[in-house]
């Protein structure tokens, strides 16, 4: 019997469920209720988990309460889409009641998984039952029962995962979305899954393998040439904190002067410097002054390219092979950070190089990739946030699934962010259109865009991924389906009634303005006829955009 859990047994009850979830995460995935191709439940909550695998892989961690810390500190960076950022919530509350302990008994593992129930509540504005919170909760509630009974971290993880199983099997008559379409909820099939495997952990079953994605510990000199190379030496240092919590902003700025590909990472002891520098001892020097050097790499990024292309072995200092180097999304895009040239800035999330060209001659600053079938990380938003050369960073996450993410961007940077939660493309082109570029003041800056994103309807052409029944229709894998606002509105093998079928919506709903965005893979002749059906059908004022967006074949706005 295991009486208690220390940081070595959590470190590994974690790698176990995201094995468990990684293998797992198509068939959770096939529980969402629209058969259309996105960012899908399992998926993300894959992703999410697999970010803190990757910094647990790094440390070995002594105590239960730094293995949660770092968990916790892995999934929120890493979390993709809602699903990914309650999970991180629900971990984010077990480090909370984890924090100053060695080692965790039943009754703490139960405290700590009512916490972070109670973390992860507190952050969703409109909780609905019959969701991964529902499950979350009553499988915590039954744990803390099961502590009571018996104080043994095993009993209570059987417990919780069999009260879990219950509440799940309940989700599809709590939530009328899910009883609709006869499936189970997604996220809290996930949840317990990732529970499951801890458990699996604990009682000592081998662990499934594991094929998450490599960190990245060295610059990818194969893909460079020397003409790539503006500074010469990749440098990575760690400083530990002695004078207790530093301000690095003043580093920031003197590394981003002398080089460029900054990261600076830190926590409560120490910070980490990644910095491409053609004088890296200054750097050094410079970096001291906040504490002591504990340890360097430098890598002559000039002599490695040219061995490359000689076809010689390259030489690597692997000094720092097992330190907590950035890793991921944040260092494959070498983040930096832009010291604030103005007010307000702006952010958007699209796919596609026609969508993203709009937004910037709308003014927006910076553009994240991704959208439906690629939900951006926390990590992947933060690092373009912190690019932004503005004090305040307004964030359009254009998909509902990416509010929460990007909302936890909030309080990871210096920056202000303010997320406007529009749901879609054409609500955050609208709202950016709405724009005075003269108001500076942030509270009525966010009142317009969030007013104006209001004031549009999208329709969206995509496939169904898989066969799959839903209000009323009958849905086969290949049929086009019509969304508006994010709800089926027609389902037809043949993409032009569609067309006509919205066309005459927007025509009963008297639109007057609409903008249609042709997608990746639409030929110009088939947008230009989309154009002038809708001209025709609508009666309204029509104009035809090469999106160049994945996944939808057309995105209308209709205004």
């Known amino acids: 019997m295991i009486e208690t859990v220390n940081g070595s047994t959590f470190k590994q009850m974690v790698l176990f469920g995201a094995a468990c979830i990684a293998a797992q995460k198509q068939e959770i995935n096939d529980l969402n209720v629209f058969p259309v191709p996105d960012g899908d439940t399992g998926t993300n909550m894959s992703l999410t988990i697999s970010t803190a695998v990757d910094e647990l892989k790094k440390h070995d961690p002594a105590t239960v309460d730094e293995a949660a810390k770092i968990t916790a500190s892995g999934l929120l960076r890493g979390a993709r889409g809602n699903s990914g950022v309650i999970l991180s919530l629900l971990f984010r509350g077990m480090s909370k009641v984890m924090k100053g302990l060695q080692t965790a008994d039943g009754k703490q593992l139960a405290a700590a998984m009512s916490e972070g129930v109670t973390t992860a509540y507190g952050a969703v504005m409109k909780p609905a039952e019959g969701t991964v919170l529902t499950v979350s909760r009553l499988a915590a ?11 043994d971290p095993i009993y209570v993880l059987e417990q919780a995962i069999r009260a879990g199983e219950t509440t799940l099997a309940e989700t599809i008559e709590m939530n009328p979305v899910l009883k609709k ?3 189970v909820d997604a996220g809290g099939k996930g ?8 458990l699996r952990c604990l009682k000592g079953e081998p ?3 594991l094929n998450g994605s490599e960190s990245r510990t060295r610059a990818d000199f194969d893909a460079l040439s020397e003409e790539d190379i503006t500074f010469t030496f990749d440098t990575v240092f760690i400083v530990r904190k002695t004078k207790g919590p ?16 900054l990261v600076i990472g830190e926590d409560d002891d120490a910070f980490k410097v990644h910095v491409h520098t053609d004088i890296p001892g200054n750097a050094l020097n410079e970096a001291q002054k906040y504490g002591d050097l504990e340890v360097a790499k430098i890598e002559n990024m000039r002599i490695q390219a040219q061995d ?3 076809g010689r072995k390259t030489i690597s200092a692997d000094d720092l092979e097992d330190e907590d180097e950035p890793h991921g999304e944040s260092a494959a895009q070498e983040v930096t950070f832009a010291p604030a040239e103005k007010k307000i800035g702006f952010l958007a999330v699209c796919a596609g190089d026609g969508i993203a060209d709009t937004f910037r001659a709308l003014g927006v600053d910076t553009i994240v990739s991704g959208g439906q079938t690629m939900n951006p990380s926390t990590e992947a938003i933060l690092a373009e946030v912190n690019r932004t050369p503005s004090e305040v960073v307004f964030v359009l996450p254009n998909n509902k699934n990416i509010i929460m993410a990007a909302q936890q961007c909030q309080g990871l940077t210096e920056k202000q962010v303010v997320v406007i939660p529009t749901a879609t493309v054409p609500q955050g082109i609208t709202a950016m259109m709405a724009l005075d570029p003269e108001d500076e003041d942030v509270d009525s800056v966010t009142a317009v865009l969030t007013e104006a994103a209001a004031t549009v309807s999208t329709a969206q052409i995509t496939y169904a991924a898989r066969d799959s029944e839903f209000d009323g229709f009958a849905i086969t894998e290949g049929d086009y389906l019509a969304l508006i606002d994010g709800k089926l509105f027609d389902t037809d093998r043949d993409l032009n009634a569609l067309l006509e ?9 008297e639109k007057e303005y609409i903008n249609i965005y042709a997608g990746d893979g639409v030929s110009d002749a088939d947008a230009a006829a989309a154009e002038e059906l809708f001209a025709e059908k609508s009666g309204a004022e029509v104009a035809s955009v090469r999106g160049g967006q994945p996944v939808y074949y ?3 706005s209709m205004e």
Not at 141 to 151: G, I, L, Q, S, T
């Open 554 to 556: 057309y995105i209308i």
């Open 207 to 209: 662990m499934p393998e």
């Open 181 to 183: 379409a006869g499936v």
């Open 141 to 151: 509630a039954r744990a803390v029962e099961a502590a009571a009974e018996h104080n």
């Open 246 to 261: 530093v301000d690095l902003q003043p580093l920031r700025l003197y590394l981003t002067s002398i080089g460029d590909s």
């Open 501 to 509: 079928k919205l066309a005459a919506y927007a025509k009963a709903g």
């Open 191 to 198: 949840y317990l899954v990732i529970l499951e495997g801890m």
């Open 308 to 310: 490359v292309a000689a």
